[in-house]
């Protein structure tokens, strides 16, 4: 509830500060991710975590103006409950160049009610049905890329918007032959603006390189905390029809099989672990910036000399992993059970009580067996799994590089002196 009109608003968009603000905040990401089997990662809730972290970055670098405009756009989604999109990234026009390419969205007139923007940007989750999309930074600008440092909001049609989707995975097949595809795409979009106005009530950065790049950096970790809620929330749902799919097959039976059950399990208890250390993590973040400093770091014995980058690490690396690997051992556990018929297939009077009969599982008949199976193909090997499992690699950027990008993190210097300790005590 806002406290100054009384009004009833998402909780998403919820700038929590202390420890309970922090825990309420998760239970709201934990019961939207819940809802949807961590299925939609770029709901809503995605963007107003974002626009939290703007305006609390913004504010701590002294960014007084954006800030401001920040919070407008943050106050103007939230009371109108909109649903946002964003698209973060330049056109993959040739990703051995670091500069933005000549293709990315650009500032081509400023006017005095706003300005003109031309290119493309993608890939916007949730284009096909929002009503605004929110235009930011991914990577840092250089010098001389003014013209491409802008973070706006704008109306899904507004005119000279072109959303260009690609094909949509629900084929009007029943719910029971594609239980995920028929009911979670969320649609994906590359977006041409073609000579389009922004109203300047929309801007929050046009041409200023400093303000554009110091916004990522400064981020207290809202996102995050969103981005690894959902992400422990897929883990689940794999571990669970992995836990369906091995009672159809008899494999819970089996040791081997136990063994990957019992893998995925720990999984799922790490991830959601990564859940509570992140929120510390805001907090720790939230603090330090209140007093002043960019990340919290300490030089108490017994403590890390730098603070765990927790949620962005999990991120990177850990839910990719173990995405994969459940993705994995789902199929094994599966083998070749999730190649079945259709349910119209096993609707036809002449072989239904032959199916019965001839392929049931172990553990359930052989319509739950269909429908168990149904569900592992869906995830693992249809157009709606394909993607999913992509995103899960891709979801910040290109793995390789976010891997590599914490070869310069001070933690692996704090990580070297430590061995090195011991090596010059070994002497
Ligand atoms: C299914 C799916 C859904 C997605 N949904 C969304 C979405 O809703 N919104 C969204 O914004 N993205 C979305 N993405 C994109 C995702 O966030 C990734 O960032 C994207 O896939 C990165 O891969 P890439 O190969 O395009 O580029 P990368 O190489 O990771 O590049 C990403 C961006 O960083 C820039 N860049 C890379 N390296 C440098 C450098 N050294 N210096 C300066 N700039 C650099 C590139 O020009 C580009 O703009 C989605 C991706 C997938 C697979």
């Known amino acids: 509830m806002l406290p100054e009109t009384g009004e009833q608003v998402c909780r998403s968009y919820y700038r929590a500060t202390t420890h309970d603000e922090m825990m309420a905040l998760l239970r709201c990401y934990h019961a939207r991710a819940d809802a949807t089997f961590g299925v939609m990662g770029r709901l809503t809730d995605f963007m107003s975590a974002w626009l ?110 072109k959303i260009v989707c690609r094909e949509g995975y629900d084929h009007g097949r029943s719910r029971t032959d594609r ?36 916004l990522l950096p400064n981020f207290p970790g809202y996102v995050m905390l969103q981005a690894v809620t959902r992400s422990a929330a897929k883990l689940r749902l794999l571990t669970g029809i992995a836990a369906l799919a091995a009672k159809a097959t008899g494999r819970d039976k089996m040791a081997r099989y136990q063994e990957m059950l019992g893998e995925m399990t720990t999984l799922v208890h790490i991830g959601e672990g990564l859940q509570q250390a992140t929120a510390l993590e805001i907090l720790a973040q939230v603090s330090a910036q209140r007093d002043g400093k960019p990340m919290w770091t300490s030089d108490r014995p017994g403590e890390p000399a730098t603070f765990p980058k927790v949620g962005n690490a999990s991120i990177v690396t850990f839910f990719p992993n173990a995405s994969r690997t459940c993705l994995d051992h789902l199929r094994m556990i599966s083998g070749s059970g999730a190649l079945i018929y259709s349910e119209r297939d096993y609707e036809q009077p002449e072989i239904r009580g032959l199916i019965d009969r001839y392929v049931k599982g172990a553990a359930m008949d052989a319509h739950e067996r269909l429908k168990v199976m149904k569900l592992v193909w869906d995830i693992t090997g249809e157009q709606f799994g394909a993607r999913q499992a992509l995103y899960e690699r891709y979801y910040s950027g290109d793995p390789i590089k976010n891997a590599a990008g914490y070869f310069l993190s001070p933690k692996l210097a704090e990580a070297e002196a430590m061995a090195r300790r011991l090596r010059v005590d070994a002497a």
């Not at 972290?53 to 800030?67: K, Q, R, W």
Request: hydrophobic content about 40%.
């Open 52 to 161: 939290t972290d703007s305006i609390a970055s913004f504010e701590f670098t002294g960014n007084d103006e954006a800030a401001a405009r920040s919070k407008r756009y943050h106050a103007f989604v939230r009371d109108n409950d909109l649903v946002l999109t964003h698209a973060l990234i330049d056109p993959q026009t040739d990703r051995s160049k670091v500069d933005a390419p000549d293709e990315a969205v650009r500032l081509v007139e400023r006017r005095g009610d706003g300005i003109v923007v031309r290119g493309a940007r993608l890939l916007s989750t949730l284009a096909p049905v929002s009503d605004e999309v929110y235009i930011g930074p991914f990577m840092p600008r250089r010098p001389d890329e003014q013209d491409k440092c802008l973070i706006f909001g704008l109306p899904m049609n507004a005119p000279g918007l």
């Open 179 to 214: 239980p995920l595809s028929s009911r979670f795409d969320e649609g994906d979009a590359i977006l041409i603006f073609d000579d389009v106005f922004v109203p300047d009530d929309r801007v929050i950065v046009a041409g200023d390189v400093e303000v554009y790049n110091s």
